[in-house]
């Protein structure tokens, strides 16, 4: 399964008084990115939140290699580094589209719950679902 990256023009709102995209923005970034992979596996947010499923955040982690300036666009390379059917975790490269300069590296990690808070299992009760996110986590291991 091929995914292209993420691409995302720096806004002039992004940066801070030192004209570079402020440090918070970048959590935005993955985001944007994570929305993008599920929509490309057609499992988007809102495919999963009307089925009943939600996916908090459970942690963040980011190290800022480069700076990214006003108006850089930039190319968010994702994939899934571990998948239970409950929790999953993502790293990210965010590398300059022009240069390919390595601008940041990070990780997130997530889990299913169901409307009412509790853990939900996709394996159990999205066997399809569960397949799909198995498939794209072997091939990018």
Same mark, same amino acid.
């Given at each position: 399964?091929? +995914?292209?990256?993420?691409?995302?023009?720096?806004?002039?709102?992004?940066?801070?008084?030192?004209?570079?995209?402020?440090?918070?923005?970048?959590?935005?970034?993955?985001?944007?990115?994570?929305?993008?992979?599920? &929509?490309?596996?057609?499992?988007?947010?809102?495919?999963?939140?009307?089925?009943?499923?939600?996916?908090?955040?459970?942690?963040?982690?980011? &190290?800022?290699?480069?700076?990214?300036?006003?108006?850089?666009?930039?190319?968010?390379? +994702?994939?899934?580094?571990?998948?239970?059917?409950?929790?999953?975790?993502?790293?990210?490269?965010?590398?300059?589209?022009?240069?390919?300069? +390595?601008?940041?590296?990070?990780?997130?990690?997530?889990?299913?719950?169901? &409307?009412?808070?509790?853990?939900?299992?996709?394996?159990?009760?999205?066997?399809?679902?569960?397949?799909?996110?198995?498939?794209?986590?072997?091939?990018?291991?």
């Amino acid at each position: 399964m091929q +995914l292209k990256p993420y691409r995302h023009k720096t806004q002039y709102y992004e940066t801070d008084t030192m004209k570079i995209v402020h440090h918070s923005n970048y959590v935005r970034w993955m985001e944007e990115a994570r929305c993008d992979f599920l &929509e490309q596996i057609g499992l988007g947010y809102d495919v999963m939140e009307r089925a009943g499923i939600l996916s908090p955040v459970l942690s963040v982690a980011c &190290e800022y290699k480069s700076m990214t300036r006003f108006p850089d666009t930039v190319l968010i390379f +994702l994939r899934m580094t571990s998948y239970t059917g409950v929790r999953f975790e993502f790293e990210y490269e965010i590398r300059d589209e022009k240069t390919n300069a +390595l601008r940041t590296v990070c990780r997130s990690s997530h889990c299913f719950i169901d &409307e009412n808070g509790k853990p939900l299992s996709i394996k159990r009760k999205f066997p399809a679902w569960d397949e799909l996110f198995c498939r794209y986590a072997e091939s990018h291991r």
